[in-house]
């Protein structure tokens, strides 16, 4: 099955710094791209749903980056608050895996007012 | 507006003892539904899913198992726990077989 790679496994930016958190996966068969935030203690928040026939997506405070090439996806928070210090987990549904979701092993980012 | 509620918030048992966790998803008709199991250090593993009432299928092999016995209720459980069914329990619910995931609050499960 799909295999899901994000590093860093933790990230620490001083406030109005940028960040950015990688995953590498390896089905090139993968059509559909996730990013959740989870707060300490909290449950996993939907931040962007990314298609693999889009390469840029932007959000609130942030730029999601998908090269189908090297088949990495990206997360850049541009100008990191306090408010973003959270874990970061990508997700990966596979065209072939029926109803598996594949999740990176998270990157918990640290924003240092 | 859909909610999802997950019972109980957190839940202390003793090795060898039943494990009954639930879900329920509102305002929504015939979601797909997900049991998450994630460890203390944050990696997520999916441990089933189902597409309708009654249908549940296995990820991966915990001494767990579910049901699905109404369109809106996911049930995780176990006869015996072990200490490492130790970690926080997500449910999720999705529309179709490649949208997003909605994750449930929790439940944080201790085994001693």
């Known amino acids: 099955g799909e295999q899901v790679e994000q590093r860093p496994p933790h990230l ?65 928070l541009t100008a990191a608050h306090p408010g973003d210090s959270a874990a970061y987990f990508c997700a990966v549904h596979s065209n072939t895996g029926y109803q598996n979701f594949y999740f990176g092993k998270g990157t918990s980012l640290t924003v240092i007012p | 507006a859909q909610t999802i509620h997950q019972w109980p918030v957190a839940e202390i048992k003793a090795v060898g003892s039943p494990l009954s966790l639930g879900c329920t998803i509102k305002g929504k008709s015939s979601p797909n539904l ?36 109404k369109d809106d209720q996911f049930i995780l459980s176990t006869e015996k726990l072990l200490l490492s069914h130790s970690g926080f329990y997500l449910c999720a619910w999705g529309l179709g077989v490649y949208a997003e995931q909605f994750f449930g609050p929790g439940t944080r499960l201790t085994v001693l």
């Open chain 2, 34 to 69: 997900y049991w998450y199991w994630q460890a203390t250090g944050g990696t997520l593993q999916q441990l089933f899913y189902s597409i309708t009432v009654g249908q549940v299928e296995s990820v991966v092999q915990l001494n767990l198992s579910a049901s699905r016995p």
């Open chain 1, 12 to 76: 620490s930016v001083r406030e109005g710094d940028s960040a950015v958190i990688t995953c590498t996966y390896t089905d090139p068969n993968s059509y559909y791209f996730f990013w959740y935030k989870q707060e300490p203690g909290a449950s996993l928040q939907l931040l962007m749903k990314v298609f693999s026939s889009t390469e840029i997506n932007e959000g609130q405070g942030f730029t999601v980056l998908l090269n189908k090439k090297d088949k990495r996806l990206s997360l850049n």
